[in-house]
């Protein structure tokens, strides 16, 4: 029961800051035809019930491969996409409308004792994409294949505000009636660019992507995503798929992306509202940065420092002081979570700088937040013209060796510093040319 509300509480923070936010989910048919797909639904409804506007765009080739196969016409593909002609769209059409019931019936599921007891979901779709023919690719002639030319968010907006869940299958409709059929993966990315979702996640065979020493990458820059993909034979192929339109999700608007295991119960969840999640995140912008603290940063601080001074490791502060000093203080972000700090007090008179308050959150500190910290405020002291910085500890003293630091005595502290030095505390002074 205790890890239960551990987990609690640590996912509380991710339910408040998805309130109200647009997550496009994408998945294939394959996920609408395993049994496992009542889970998926069960989490659709819990996010939905969280207040997370849905738009969930599905696949569907293994139903249309079925349907082919029945009446006996071949399948032909090329770069990837389906080559549609008349025969196939109709096998299209059919395999799109069994796709959709079945999502829509099993949303509309309110058994008791279930996970969707009580829920009342409202599906909605609709023609909400204009589409255009790819035309003849590489001398082959697509048809009725089709990508996507306009989108219609201001009708998709409208169903969200009045809380509906929005369906879209990959088909695209002309101004002159004709229909498309399109692919899943573009289709998702180009309706969460339109909406500036502020979630792009796809469910996929693998669980996420994987360096060359197949460890799983679980947060990627669209930087490094492009080098990856510059040599695509190292890439799963579901990888090689999904990853681009990742990519041109956040480079675009999208604030991250996610490539998920379709066969991992629950991914959406422990991806969502875990720290470590078990996919691949994509973001414009590496993850973790350090700027500036804000007024607005205090409560983030006090969490993160408040342990340590009970422990006797920091001197205390007072959220007055903290909320006075404030703009002395660097902050380390990780996904618009505080996750470490560190200030500067500068003596400029005597060229000295005081490294004080440098602190990372437990679940962060063997990922090298401290070291960054120590740098951003050493080239913060450096531009402000300073010789060097001193740090006060009591229980940090070989970090502080290993990174450059020497000891010193309270005599070589700023005359000011000396006076306010508290000979109970007994800290031990170290000191770091710049």
């Not at 912008?285 to 601080?301: E, K």
């Not at 060229?351 to 962060?364: I, M, N, S, Y």
């Amino acid at each position: 029961m205790r890890g239960f509300v551990q987990w609690i509480r640590a996912a509380a923070p991710y339910v408040h800051a998805f309130r109200g936010k647009t997550f496009v989910i994408a998945f294939g048919g394959e996920v609408v035809a395993d049994d496992s797909f009542l889970g998926v639904i069960h989490d659709l409804n819990l996010l939905h019930s969280l207040g997370i506007r849905l738009v969930v765009v599905h696949g569907m080739r293994p139903q249309i491969e079925a349907i082919l196969a029945q009446q006996d016409i071949p399948s032909r593909y090329h770069a990837g996409l389906r080559v549609t002609d008349a025969e196939t769209m109709d096998c299209v059409l059919e395999a799109a409308g069994q796709a959709r019931s079945r999502i829509e019936a099993m949303l509309s599921l309110g058994m008791a004792n279930s996970p969707m007891a009580g829920a009342y979901n409202r599906v909605s779709s609709g023609n909400y994409i204009t589409a255009k023919p790819i035309g003849i690719v590489d001398g082959v002639d697509m048809m009725l294949t089709g990508e996507v030319r306009r989108i219609d968010t201001q009708a998709i907006q409208q169903r969200l505000d009045d809380a509906d869940i929005v369906l879209i299958s990959p088909l695209g409709y002309s101004p002159t009636g004709e229909i498309f059929n399109l692919a899943v993966e573009e289709v998702a990315m180009q309706v969460a660019v339109r909406l500036t979702a502020h979630k792009l996640l796809f469910l996929m065979e693998n669980d996420g992507v994987r360096n060359g020493r197949k460890q799983l990458l679980t947060d990627l820059s669209t930087r490094d995503a492009e080098a990856l993909l510059a040599r695509p034979e190292r890439l799963a192929p579901d990888v090689r798929h999904y990853l681009p339109c990742a990519v041109r999700a956040c480079d675009n608007g999208v604030k991250r992306a996610h490539l998920l295991s379709r066969h991992t119960d629950g991914a959406l969840l422990l991806e969502l509202f875990t720290r470590d999640g078990v996919g691949t995140m994509v973001s414009s912008a590496p993850l973790a940065h350090m700027r500036s603290a804000t007024i607005d940063d205090v409560l983030g601080i006090l969490q993160i420092i408040e342990p340590l001074e009970e422990q006797g490791v920091l001197v205390r502060r007072s959220r007055e002081r903290l909320e006075t000093e404030i703009e002395r203080f660097v902050v380390a972000e990780y996904d618009n979570q505080i996750i470490g700090c560190a200030a500067l007090y500068a003596f400029p008179d005597e060229r000295v700088g005081e490294l004080a308050a440098l602190a990372v959150h437990p679940d962060f500190r063997r990922e090298g937040y401290g070291e960054a910290l120590l740098q951003e405020i050493e080239s913060r002291a450096r531009k402000l013209k300073l010789a060097a910085l001193f740090v006060l500890t009591t229980r940090t003293a070989g970090w502080f060796l290993e990174r450059g630091f020497r000891p010193a005595a309270v005599a070589d502290l700023p005359r000011q510093k000396q006076a306010l030095y508290n000979y109970q505390r007994k800290s031990q002074v170290y000191r770091k040319p710049l």
